[in-house]
């Protein structure tokens, strides 16, 4: 099947699949799995493809490896060799886990793209749904023709959507379960750690640092879970925590948030009083001493709580809300560091002044100023809701064709000799009659515009599909020629095979279906 | 539209009014016209602000030789910029509908760091640092200096006002603090003592409380306007705290270090003067010796450091003999600084009171009380003699001088209390000296005789009757208005029990109980998966709600609210809450919603609104009283039985309820409006508790909802949200509680209106 040559990375063999003993080889871009004595693989999945690996249990008898697909199938592999089976296992997981990642983005990526598509295009998603899930053709081949269109769409209009948010309790989802022997397991979603490096950069950055160089993943999030960064009200005892670098920072970034103030100058709390009172005087100016000296262990865990909170919640709306802003807001940060005082006297009043008006502004005792609108009101709605419809192109006819076509009738009528041995006899003619007056047999349908009453809307739909999904592999099938490559002459048969395919599972369903419903309709396809 | 109020043409800046606003005039002029003092109570929110201000400036016009000025005191900045944009409103109103631009001066005055253009003086973050800087440029001896030494430094804006700005008067107009400095920087003059100057004669002044009630910064600044003025004070619920904070001294052991420091620093700067220009010490005796009260002409600027007591208690006469020296003044200093010093070595908690305490110091060191009343002025001229630049630096002897004079002049409504640690941390020795005043009426009291008016006006004066009490004055007016409303606005549920009937409760012995905080925590989850927008959740301590935001924490509950709303946190760094509340504000607009938890009495508490979405719902954890250990609480109930027949737990349910109603208030700003407020506390359910809420909050409490569980209160709250969630335009309001002017003057509504206004 594949005639270039590709770098092999591992190859490991008595490795089962479907009961089939075969050799597994990892490659650069793919995992492919032939049967033994055979040169060709049987199992080929490009690293893309694939979503995760799960491994058996330790303790189970099978050793197995088993790759999910984005597309939600999955290939089990049993390693059959007994006295390594466990080491063999262990290095292909090794490398997987080395390569996924890699690919992971990409394929991400695209696959985001694609199931943007088909979410915006309905009529694409119907399409996917008839070729693909029901398996006429590959998710591949459907993509193949289209994905010129993925990459070369210019993004731009997709850019101002809305960004999907993060969830404020993303940690809370992520809920440790005992695993029976005195440990905590955590699940950990893809979503899951997207959410977290959102939320944290931090961490992200922690993350690639050190993956895989110095940390695998699982260790990586198993310090994660264990650092005192995740549970802030443990007091930070270690030093060597990886993460008590992160806390710093995020201290340091909560404090340029604070000392960046605010912009509303009706929430500042520190502008509000007008004049303090000097140091000494007043009630209650005693405050305990803010030393830590006196803080009892407890105090200080609860106000760490308390930092956290705000500081989770005001990063998660950060993440959410101005994710595109920003760069471009630090970048601004940066450049007006040295002039901040002149210029938050420069940009604060516009901002003082609105929000003063509107903190004053009693709209219900104004007068509605907006010149009065007049309210819509349709005595039929249903007709503002079609609208005229628009004209169809038509044949017209020149009045030179007419008289030409007129002056043809003529001649035909002068001409016009019945040959008498060919008449009908008269009861033949008059049942034809019948049937072809209004009423008759063939004349059942009326008018044309009776098939759109008769045949109920599903019908016309799937028709619709139907025919919209013929052409899709039409289009196909069509697009092969010339054939002029080897590539393209496969493609061909199996274009073909397809649209076979497509008349058996998809046609023929279909027109049984119309002939039991519609036995006088006369089908044909 | 133009109103009669009983004969007197009052513009109203709307087309439209609510009943209350009018009945609330007609209050107003009632108090003006007797020319006594008066307290309204009116809900937040019913343009409170703007129906005082027509009625003023309307009165002030008819009869401009009654009332000359209006002193409009409010609490914070920004609200006082929204007061003196509301009078903007007003005014261009009145321009617009009489055609011509009247000759009205209405200005802003706000502390230095508010009003600087100074580049360099501004630019300083604290308050307390622009006015040393400010001082330091402008004191009289720097600028004398100035003039034979063009090389240091002084303020040109200053200069330039000094030299031109006092002849021509500001022109007629609004200024807020912006307009002041926009005004300042065109014309080069300083905004600040622009301000100052201008107050004498404008006809609206809008500022702080502290500069009418303050006694240090009253004198310098408030001492020459008109007695024939009308003062307000409005947000006025907390107006004793403010009376008392003034006049009370704290001194810990640091203090007396510092102030040591500044006595060295004085004694030396005196052997120095004395070397080189011993002639400014003699002339300062000879002064003090003829007697006159301040060895110095004080200029403007000087008075940097007035007198800490009020104007009538301060002595007519020389400076005793003992002090009159600058060395013997040091001395004096010395010995009485010493002697705070043995005091603050006590081993266990003394308190005294002012004689006690006189009596004591004269029988150990000797000290008589006379030299002691005048130590403040004494100190303030020795400062200005000796020519120190920033005065900031003398804070802790400044400190120490007041309150001898304090403690000298005042034998009544005063306490001392020394206690040598803190009651938490009875190991670690901090002394403190409180010299706590406990009777807010002393402070007050020269603004009552002095002003022909003072109303007293806030959102939440319940009970009414306890004010006039505590701060000791005759009112001739107090009314309380309720608020009109075509839909049920403001949803007050008590929330008592648990879903699993356990009573909730703040009380002191259920504080740490599991059950009461579990209970709490679901009230909030159940609440933040139903309110939209906005929750705002207030606790009755800091401590208390970093307890329970560590238990629901461990409990995790924390987390699945996350599930529904961010949640941002109140904390003692008033910086990073300023964060978290832009913070909340913004998740709030977005849509995601977010739950703000924060602290009665707290900044949040009392200074920031919650309109609209920024809380649709308010709940009340607990029961706010303060913190009734404390010993200059346990001396100030004790000091109201006695003097004003007071009683301790009437006093303190009226301070919780008062704090609660704050809270609670901060979400209905408006009849538009709308907003569920939760109390979370079984005991708000009794009378005496129900009965101190303000009366517009108590009459929508029906007798149902005083013991609701927590799924009542949700399926309450469901109902209530669902309706309020409905349409609600102008047109369900009017003549309800919207009314227009032909409305207004029908019998019928005439008649309602009455009934709007409270009396007790």
């Given at each position: 099947?594949?005639?270039?040559?590709?770098?092999?990375?591992?190859?490991?063999?008595?490795v089962r699949?479907?009961?089939?003993?075969?050799t597994l080889?990892?490659?650069?871009e793919?995992?492919?799995w032939?049967?033994?004595?055979?040169?060709r693989f049987t199992?080929?999945?490009?690293?893309?493809?694939?979503r995760?690996q799960?491994?058996?249990?330790?303790g189970?008898?099978?050793?197995q490896l088993q790759l999910v697909l984005?597309?939600?199938?999955?290939?089990t592999?049993?390693?059959?060799?007994e006295?390594?089976a466990?080491?063999d296992r262990?290095?292909a997981?090794e490398?997987?886990?080395?390569l996924?990642?890699k690919?992971?983005?990409k394929?991400?990526?695209?696959?985001e793209?694609?199931?943007?598509?088909?979410?915006?295009?309905?009529?694409l998603f119907?399409?996917y749904?008839?070729?693909?899930v029901s398996?006429?053709?590959?998710?591949e081949?459907f993509w193949?023709n289209?994905?010129?269109?993925?990459?070369?769409?210019?993004?731009?209009?997709?850019n101002?959507?809305?960004?999907?948010?993060i969830?404020?309790a993303f940690l809370?989802d992520i809920r440790p379960?005992t695993?029976g022997?005195?440990?905590?397991?955590y699940?950990l979603t893809?979503?899951i750690?997207?959410s977290?490096f959102r939320?944290?950069p931090?961490v992200k950055?922690?993350?690639?640092?050190n993956?895989?160089?110095?940390?695998t993943?699982?260790?990586?999030?198993?310090?994660?879970?264990?650092?005192?960064y995740?549970h802030?009200d443990?007091?930070?005892?270690?030093?060597?925590?990886?993460?008590?670098e992160?806390?710093?920072q995020d201290?340091k970034g909560l404090?340029?948030?604070v000392t960046?103030?605010?912009?509303?100058?009706?929430?500042?709390?520190?502008?509000?009083?007008d004049?303090?009172?000097?140091?000494?005087y007043?009630?209650?100016?005693?405050q305990?001493?803010?030393?830590n000296?006196n803080?009892?262990v407890?105090?200080?865990?609860n106000s760490a709580?308390?930092k956290?909170?705000n500081?989770h919640s005001?990063?998660?709306?950060?993440?959410?809300?101005?994710?595109?802003?920003?760069?471009?807001?630090?970048?601004s940060e940066?450049?007006?560091t040295?002039?901040?005082?002149?210029?938050s006297d420069f940009f604060q009043?516009?901002?003082?002044?609105?929000?003063?008006q509107?903190?004053?502004?009693?709209?219900?005792?104004q007068?509605?100023n907006r010149?009065?609108?007049v309210p819509?009101?349709l005595?039929?709605?249903d007709?503002?809701a079609?609208g005229?419809?628009?004209?169809?192109?038509?044949q017209?006819?020149?009045s030179?064709?007419?008289?030409?076509?007129?002056?043809?009738?003529r001649?035909e009528?002068?001409?016009?000799?019945?040959s008498?041995t060919q008449?009908?006899?008269?009861?033949?003619?008059t049942?034809a009659?019948?049937?072809?007056?209004?009423?008759?047999?063939l004349?059942?349908?009326?008018a044309q515009?009776?098939?759109?009453?008769?045949v109920?809307t599903?019908?016309?739909?799937?028709l619709k599909?139907l025919?919209?999904?013929a052409?899709?592999l039409l289009r196909h099938f069509?697009?092969?020629?010339p054939v002029n490559?080897?590539?393209?002459?496969?493609?061909v048969?199996?274009m073909k095979s397809?649209?076979?395919?497509?008349?058996m599972?998809k046609?023929?369903?279909f027109?049984?279906?119309?002939?039991?419903?519609?036995?006088s309709?006369?089908v044909?396809? | 539209?133009?109103l009669?109020?009983e004969?007197?043409?009052?513009y109203f800046?709307?087309d439209?009014i609510?009943p209350?606003?009018?009945?609330?005039?007609l209050?107003?002029?009632?108090?003006?016209?007797a020319?006594g003092?008066g307290?309204?109570?009116m809900?937040?929110?019913?343009g409170?602000t703007?129906?005082?201000?027509?009625?003023?400036?309307?009165?002030?016009?008819?009869?401009p030789?009654e009332v000359?000025?209006?002193i409009y005191c409010s609490?914070?900045?920004?609200e006082?910029?929204?007061v003196v944009?509301e009078?903007r409103?007003?005014?261009?109103f009145?321009?617009?509908e009489?055609g011509?631009?009247?000759?009205?001066l209405?200005l802003a005055l706000?502390?230095r760091?508010?009003l600087?253009i100074?580049p360099e003086?501004?630019?300083?973050?604290?308050g307390?640092e622009v006015?040393g800087?400010?001082?330091?440029?402008?004191?009289?001896?720097?600028r004398a200096?100035?003039?034979?030494?063009?090389?240091?430094?002084?303020c040109r804006f200053?200069?330039?006002f000094?030299?031109?700005?006092r002849?021509?008067?500001?022109?007629?107009?609004?200024?807020?603090?912006?307009?002041l400095?926009?005004?300042?920087?065109?014309k080069?003059?300083?905004?600040?003592?622009?301000?100052?100057?201008?107050?004498?004669?404008?006809n609206?002044?809008?500022?702080?409380?502290?500069?009418?009630?303050d006694?240090?910064i009253?004198?310098?600044?408030?001492?020459?306007l008109?007695?024939?003025?009308?003062?307000?004070?409005d947000e006025?619920h907390?107006i004793d705290n403010?009376?008392?904070?003034?006049?009370?001294v704290?001194?810990?052991r640091?203090?007396?270090?510092?102030c040591?420091?500044n006595?060295?620093?004085?004694q030396n700067t005196i052997?120095k003067i004395k070397?080189t220009d011993?002639?400014?010490?003699?002339?300062e005796?000879?002064?003090l010796?003829?007697?006159?009260?301040?060895?110095?002409v004080?200029?403007?600027t000087?008075?940097?450091?007035?007198n800490?007591?009020?104007?009538?208690e301060?002595?007519?006469e020389a400076?005793?003999?003992s002090i009159r020296?600058?060395?013997h003044f040091?001395?004096?200093m010395?010995?009485?600084?010493?002697?705070?010093?043995?005091?603050?070595?006590v081993?266990h908690?003394?308190?005294e009171?002012?004689?006690q305490?006189?009596?004591?110091?004269?029988?150990?060191?000797?000290i008589?009380r006379k030299?002691?009343r005048?130590?403040?002025?004494?100190l303030q001229s020795?400062?200005r003699?000796?020519?120190?630049?920033?005065?900031?630096?003398f804070?802790?002897?400044?400190?120490?001088?007041?309150?001898?004079t304090?403690?000298?002049?005042?034998?009544q409504?005063?306490?001392i209390?020394?206690?040598?640690?803190?009651?938490r941390?009875p190991?670690i020795a901090n002394p403190v000296?409180h010299?706590?005043?406990?009777?807010?009426?002393?402070?007050?009291?020269?603004?009552?005789?002095r002003f022909?008016s003072v109303?007293i006006?806030?959102?939440?004066?319940?009970?009414?009757?306890?004010?006039?009490?505590?701060?000791?004055?005759r009112?001739v007016?107090m009314a309380?208005?309720?608020m009109t409303?075509a839909?049920t606005?403001l949803c007050?549920?008590?929330v008592?029990?648990?879903?699993?009937?356990?009573?909730?409760?703040?009380?002191?012995?259920t504080?740490?109980?599991f059950a009461?905080?579990?209970?709490?925590?679901?009230l909030?989850?159940?609440?933040s998966?139903?309110v939209p927008?906005?929750?705002?959740?207030?606790?009755?301590s800091?401590?208390y709600?970093e307890n329970?935001v560590a238990s629901?924490?461990?409990?995790?509950i924390?987390e699945?609210?996350?599930r529904?709303?961010?949640?941002f946190?109140?904390?003692q760094?008033?910086?990073?809450?300023?964060?978290?509340?832009e913070?909340?504000?913004?998740?709030?607009?977005?849509g995601?919603?977010?739950?703000?938890l924060?602290?009665a009495?707290?900044?949040v508490s009392e200074?920031?609104d919650?309109?609209?979405?920024?809380?649709?719902a308010?709940?009340m954890f607990?029961?706010p009283y303060?913190?009734?250990?404390?010993?200059i609480l346990?001396?100030?109930?004790?000091?109201?039985r006695?003097q004003?027949?007071?009683r301790?737990n009437d006093?303190?349910?009226?301070?919780a309820?008062?704090h609660?109603a704050?809270?609670?208030?901060?979400a209905?700003r408006g009849?538009?409006?709308?907003?569920?407020?939760?109390?979370a506390?079984?005991?708000?359910?009794?009378?005496d508790k129900?009965g101190?809420?303000?009366?517009?909050i108590?009459?929508h409490?029906?007798d149902?909802?005083l013991?609701l569980?927590?799924?009542?209160?949700?399926?309450?709250s469901?109902?209530?949200?669902r309706q309020?969630?409905?349409?609600f335009r102008?047109?369900?309001?009017?003549g309800l509680s919207?009314?227009?002017?032909?409305q207004?003057?029908s019998?019928e509504?005439?008649?309602k209106?009455?009934?709007?206004a409270h009396?007790?």
């Amino acid at each position: 099947m594949t005639s270039l040559s590709e770098e092999v990375l591992l190859v490991v063999k008595k490795v089962r699949q479907k009961k089939q003993d075969g050799t597994l080889y990892l490659m650069a871009e793919r995992i492919a799995w032939g049967p033994e004595g055979k040169d060709r693989f049987t199992v080929s999945h490009l690293y893309a493809d694939i979503r995760c690996q799960k491994i058996s249990p330790d303790g189970k008898a099978k050793v197995q490896l088993q790759l999910v697909l984005h597309t939600g199938e999955s290939t089990t592999f049993h390693f059959a060799n007994e006295s390594t089976a466990l080491k063999d296992r262990e290095a292909a997981k090794e490398l997987l886990q080395q390569l996924l990642p890699k690919f992971k983005k990409k394929a991400n990526k695209e696959l985001e793209e694609k199931n943007r598509m088909l979410q915006e295009d309905p009529v694409l998603f119907q399409l996917y749904k008839d070729l693909v899930v029901s398996q006429v053709i590959s998710a591949e081949e459907f993509w193949a023709n289209r994905s010129g269109g993925i990459n070369n769409t210019d993004p731009s209009p997709y850019n101002n959507k809305q960004e999907v948010g993060i969830s404020g309790a993303f940690l809370a989802d992520i809920r440790p379960q005992t695993d029976g022997c005195n440990g905590l397991r955590y699940n950990l979603t893809a979503d899951i750690i997207e959410s977290i490096f959102r939320t944290y950069p931090a961490v992200k950055q922690k993350y690639s640092e050190n993956v895989p160089h110095n940390l695998t993943e699982k260790e990586f999030w198993t310090r994660f879970f264990q650092s005192h960064y995740f549970h802030r009200d443990r007091i930070n005892t270690g030093t060597q925590d990886i993460f008590s670098e992160c806390a710093k920072q995020d201290e340091k970034g909560l404090k340029t948030l604070v000392t960046q103030g605010v912009k509303n100058p009706l929430v500042d709390l520190q502008s509000l009083e007008d004049k303090t009172l000097d140091e000494g005087y007043g009630i209650c100016t005693t405050q305990p001493s803010t030393s830590n000296a006196n803080k009892s262990v407890k105090d200080s865990s609860n106000s760490a709580i308390i930092k956290r909170f705000n500081h989770h919640s005001a990063m998660v709306l950060a993440a959410g809300s101005r994710r595109g802003e920003l760069a471009s807001d630090q970048a601004s940060e940066t450049s007006s560091t040295d002039g901040n005082s002149r210029d938050s006297d420069f940009f604060q009043p516009p901002v003082k002044k609105v929000k003063l008006q509107e903190a004053i502004e009693f709209e219900d005792l104004q007068r509605e100023n907006r010149p009065k609108t007049v309210p819509l009101n349709l005595k039929k709605s249903d007709r503002y809701a079609h609208g005229p419809v628009p004209l169809q192109s038509q044949q017209y006819t020149t009045s030179q064709d007419i008289i030409n076509s007129v002056n043809y009738i003529r001649h035909e009528m002068a001409s016009y000799k019945p040959s008498l041995t060919q008449v009908l006899s008269s009861t033949a003619a008059t049942s034809a009659i019948a049937a072809l007056s209004p009423g008759g047999v063939l004349m059942q349908g009326g008018a044309q515009q009776a098939i759109n009453q008769m045949v109920p809307t599903e019908v016309q739909g799937e028709l619709k599909h139907l025919y919209v999904a013929a052409g899709e592999l039409l289009r196909h099938f069509w697009s092969c020629f010339p054939v002029n490559t080897l590539f393209l002459e496969e493609k061909v048969i199996k274009m073909k095979s397809n649209l076979e395919r497509f008349q058996m599972t998809k046609l023929h369903p279909f027109k049984e279906k119309i002939q039991r419903q519609y036995l006088s309709t006369n089908v044909s396809f | 539209m133009k109103l009669n109020i009983e004969g007197l043409l009052v513009y109203f800046p709307y087309d439209y009014i609510y009943p209350e606003q009018y009945s609330y005039m007609l209050e107003l002029k009632r108090t003006l016209d007797a020319k006594g003092h008066g307290v309204l109570e009116m809900p937040s929110g019913t343009g409170k602000t703007i129906s005082l201000l027509s009625l003023i400036v309307a009165y002030q016009r008819a009869f401009p030789l009654e009332v000359t000025k209006l002193i409009y005191c409010s609490r914070t900045v920004p609200e006082i910029e929204k007061v003196v944009e509301e009078l903007r409103k007003l005014m261009e109103f009145y321009t617009k509908e009489t055609g011509e631009s009247n000759n009205f001066l209405a200005l802003a005055l706000s502390s230095r760091k508010n009003l600087c253009i100074h580049p360099e003086v501004s630019s300083l973050r604290f308050g307390k640092e622009v006015d040393g800087k400010c001082h330091s440029l402008t004191a009289s001896y720097v600028r004398a200096q100035h003039h034979s030494n063009p090389n240091l430094p002084v303020c040109r804006f200053y200069e330039e006002f000094d030299s031109v700005g006092r002849q021509v008067p500001l022109p007629a107009g609004i200024y807020n603090l912006d307009d002041l400095k926009a005004f300042g920087r065109r014309k080069g003059w300083c905004p600040y003592y622009l301000a100052r100057y201008s107050i004498l004669h404008a006809n609206i002044v809008v500022y702080s409380y502290h500069y009418l009630l303050d006694p240090k910064i009253a004198d310098l600044v408030s001492k020459e306007l008109a007695k024939k003025s009308v003062v307000v004070f409005d947000e006025a619920h907390n107006i004793d705290n403010v009376c008392i904070d003034s006049m009370s001294v704290n001194i810990t052991r640091r203090t007396l270090d510092r102030c040591q420091t500044n006595v060295d620093t004085l004694q030396n700067t005196i052997h120095k003067i004395k070397e080189t220009d011993a002639a400014k010490l003699r002339e300062e005796y000879r002064r003090l010796v003829e007697g006159l009260k301040e060895a110095n002409v004080a200029r403007e600027t000087d008075i940097y450091l007035a007198n800490p007591v009020l104007p009538d208690e301060i002595l007519q006469e020389a400076v005793p003999g003992s002090i009159r020296t600058a060395e013997h003044f040091v001395g004096f200093m010395r010995r009485f600084l010493e002697y705070l010093k043995s005091r603050l070595r006590v081993q266990h908690v003394v308190q005294e009171s002012a004689p006690q305490f006189l009596k004591d110091i004269f029988e150990k060191v000797c000290i008589d009380r006379k030299p002691l009343r005048f130590c403040a002025e004494r100190l303030q001229s020795l400062l200005r003699t000796l020519e120190i630049a920033d005065i900031a630096d003398f804070s802790a002897v400044t400190l120490i001088s007041n309150f001898a004079t304090l403690v000298s002049t005042y034998s009544q409504g005063f306490t001392i209390i020394i206690e040598p640690f803190e009651d938490r941390t009875p190991t670690i020795a901090n002394p403190v000296l409180h010299f706590s005043c406990m009777d807010p009426s002393i402070a007050i009291k020269p603004v009552f005789q002095r002003f022909q008016s003072v109303v007293i006006t806030s959102g939440t004066l319940s009970p009414l009757d306890i004010y006039p009490r505590i701060l000791d004055f005759r009112p001739v007016t107090m009314a309380s208005f309720t608020m009109t409303l075509a839909r049920t606005c403001l949803c007050p549920l008590i929330v008592g029990r648990g879903n699993d009937q356990v009573a909730l409760s703040s009380k002191f012995e259920t504080r740490e109980d599991f059950a009461v905080i579990r209970n709490y925590g679901n009230l909030l989850l159940e609440m933040s998966a139903i309110v939209p927008d906005g929750i705002v959740a207030f606790f009755t301590s800091y401590v208390y709600m970093e307890n329970i935001v560590a238990s629901w924490y461990e409990q995790g509950i924390l987390e699945n609210i996350q599930r529904n709303k961010l949640i941002f946190i109140e904390t003692q760094d008033a910086a990073e809450t300023s964060m978290a509340l832009e913070k909340y504000q913004e998740a709030c607009e977005n849509g995601r919603g977010a739950i703000l938890l924060s602290v009665a009495r707290g900044k949040v508490s009392e200074g920031i609104d919650f309109v609209h979405h920024y809380g649709r719902a308010v709940i009340m954890f607990g029961v706010p009283y303060v913190y009734t250990q404390s010993r200059i609480l346990k001396a100030r109930l004790e000091y109201l039985r006695d003097q004003f027949q007071i009683r301790e737990n009437d006093f303190l349910t009226f301070d919780a309820m008062r704090h609660a109603a704050q809270c609670v208030g901060r979400a209905i700003r408006g009849k538009t409006d709308y907003g569920l407020m939760i109390f979370a506390d079984k005991r708000y359910a009794r009378a005496d508790k129900r009965g101190k809420l303000p009366r517009w909050i108590q009459e929508h409490i029906n007798d149902g909802s005083l013991n609701l569980t927590v799924d009542e209160a949700v399926q309450l709250s469901k109902h209530f949200l669902r309706q309020m969630a409905q349409p609600f335009r102008q047109e369900d309001q009017l003549g309800l509680s919207l009314l227009t002017l032909e409305q207004l003057e029908s019998e019928e509504m005439l008649q309602k209106i009455t009934q709007i206004a409270h009396q007790t």
